[in-house]
């Protein structure tokens, strides 16, 4: 089960002092999302993944920290509006701003998993127009940045603009993701023949839905079954690893 409570915070731009949700502990059951998205209960806390300012606007996960570079920025139309976005609400607005934020401290990573993540709350709220300008926003963060050269986050993206309709963008990603950006220790659990299966299976999965033009969410029970407890282990690895990155 998830343990969510009410933290009392002080925003570190403003001063203001409010209380706001605060994740003291979770877990998950299943896989994750082809975009890594974490399964139940995990997925259903992101209302504590940060605080929002109730004051100033300011947005961070740890808003008692020093934000004061930003000061200026935050009163500013483009943070404001979410670059225009005007349609963006409540924690979409949130991931989306905290995104911006990450782009300025050129924190490219943690950028481009924040507007995934304001995707992730469009979905929930099945606002798919607004989803799609999400991944459109983490897609142009990953190709200014040259693909990160990374095979988890390529296979993300692959997802993301296969979710945003971009079919054709999405199965050239697909063909050009390089296996060999992948470390023995992310397969430290598995086989070499399991790791191969996994990986094939995984990126033949996501080619078909382009082909079929499908734009659904999928998890990677979807596209090889019941994975393996060792695999399975090894892709929650990859997450944990990718989001950890956000504060380098």
């Given at each position: 089960?998830?343990?969510?409570?009410?933290?009392?915070?002080?925003?570190?731009?403003?001063?203001?002092?409010?209380?706001?949700?605060?994740?003291?502990?979770?877990?998950?059951?299943?896989?994750?999302?082809?975009?890594l998205?974490?399964?139940?209960?995990?997925?259903?806390?992101?209302?504590?993944?940060?605080?929002?300012?109730?004051?100033?606007?300011?947005?961070?996960?740890?808003?008692?920290?020093?934000?004061?570079?930003?000061?200026?920025?935050?009163?500013?139309?483009?943070?404001?509006?979410?670059?225009?976005?005007?349609?963006?609400?409540?924690?979409?607005?949130?991931?989306?701003?905290?995104?911006?934020?990450?782009?300025?401290?050129?924190k490219?990573?943690?950028?481009?998993?924040?507007?995934?993540?304001?995707?992730?709350?469009?979905?929930?709220?099945?606002?798919?127009?607004?989803?799609?300008?999400?991944?459109?926003?983490?897609?142009?963060?990953?190709?200014?940045n040259?693909?990160?050269?990374?095979?988890?986050?390529?296979?993300?993206n692959?997802?993301?603009?296969?979710?945003?309709?971009?079919?054709?963008?999405?199965?050239?990603?697909?063909?050009?993701?390089?296996?060999?950006?992948?470390?023995?220790?992310?397969?430290?659990?598995?086989?070499?023949?399991e790791?191969?299966?996994?990986?094939?299976?995984?990126?033949?999965?996501?080619?078909?839905?382009?082909?079929?033009?499908?734009?659904?969410?999928?998890?990677?029970?979807?596209?090889?079954?019941?994975?393996?407890?060792?695999?399975?282990?090894?892709?929650?690895?990859?997450?944990?690893?990718?989001?950890?990155?956000?504060?380098?």
């Amino acid at each position: 089960m998830s343990a969510i409570f009410d933290g009392n915070f002080r925003c570190s731009v403003c001063g203001c002092e409010f209380t706001a949700p605060e994740l003291w502990s979770t877990s998950e059951f299943g896989s994750p999302d082809l975009d890594l998205r974490p399964a139940e209960l995990n997925r259903w806390t992101m209302e504590a993944w940060m605080q929002c300012c109730p004051n100033c606007g300011y947005v961070s996960r740890h808003i008692d920290e020093d934000g004061t570079q930003h000061k200026e920025y935050i009163a500013t139309a483009e943070y404001i509006t979410c670059e225009g976005n005007t349609s963006l609400t409540g924690l979409a607005r949130n991931f989306y701003r905290y995104g911006l934020l990450c782009l300025r401290e050129k924190k490219y990573t943690a950028a481009y998993y924040a507007f995934l993540r304001a995707a992730w709350a469009c979905d929930d709220e099945e606002l798919y127009e607004q989803a799609c300008i999400c991944r459109n926003r983490a897609a142009k963060v990953f190709y200014h940045n040259g693909g990160f050269n990374d095979f988890e986050i390529g296979f993300v993206n692959a997802d993301v603009l296969r979710r945003a309709g971009r079919f054709k963008e999405a199965r050239k990603l697909c063909k050009s993701l390089n296996l060999k950006n992948i470390s023995d220790e992310d397969f430290e659990y598995a086989s070499e023949d399991e790791e191969s299966d996994f990986i094939k299976k995984a990126v033949g999965f996501q080619l078909k839905l382009c082909r079929k033009k499908d734009t659904k969410c999928y998890s990677f029970d979807d596209c090889s079954g019941s994975l393996p407890q060792r695999l399975l282990r090894t892709i929650m690895r990859l997450y944990d690893r990718k989001y950890s990155q956000e504060n380098n």
